[in-house]
Nanobody
Framework: QVQLVESGGGWVQAGGSLRLSCAAS????????MAWYRQASGKQHELVAR???????EYADSVKDRFTASREKDNNTWYLQMINLKPEDTAVYFC??????????????WGQGTQVTVSS
């Protein structure tokens, strides 16, 4: 099992920045894919960024050039640095991890989510 705990959400004005963290514990060695998702009120889950085993990072078009996903292996923590935030970025952000190394990158573990609110 893998446990994921997100932190770093909050309220920010448009144009501001936040950094989300996702601390992983448990069977970290089994993780091959990590992802950040978000869910706005009344909308479906949306993939924000995905880091694959070979180090490739994919971003949703809506966050490219504004969000940066990264991992610090020493402390088993993933990060999502968000700059130039927009009101449409308001959502609950989740980190997720999966054992599957290739497509469709099935995710097996999810964090509880952290709220990000961007005011105009």
């Amino acid at each position: 099992q893998v446990q994921l705990v997100e932190s770093g959400g909050g309220w920010v004005q448009a144009g501001g920045s936040l950094r989300l963290s996702c601390a992983a514990s448990g069977s970290i060695f089994s993780i091959n894919t990590m992802a950040w998702y978000r869910q706005a009120s009344g909308k479906q889950h949306e993939l924000v960024a995905r880091i694959t085993r070979d180090g490739r990072i994919e971003y949703a078009d809506s966050v490219k050039d504004r969000f940066t996903a990264s991992r610090e292996k020493d402390n088993n923590t993933w990060y999502l640095q968000m700059i130039n935030l927009k009101p449409e970025d308001t959502a609950v952000y989740f980190c997720a991890a999966g054992r599957q190394a290739g497509w469709p990158y099935r995710l097996d573990f999810w964090g509880q989510g952290t709220q990000v609110t961007v005011s105009s």
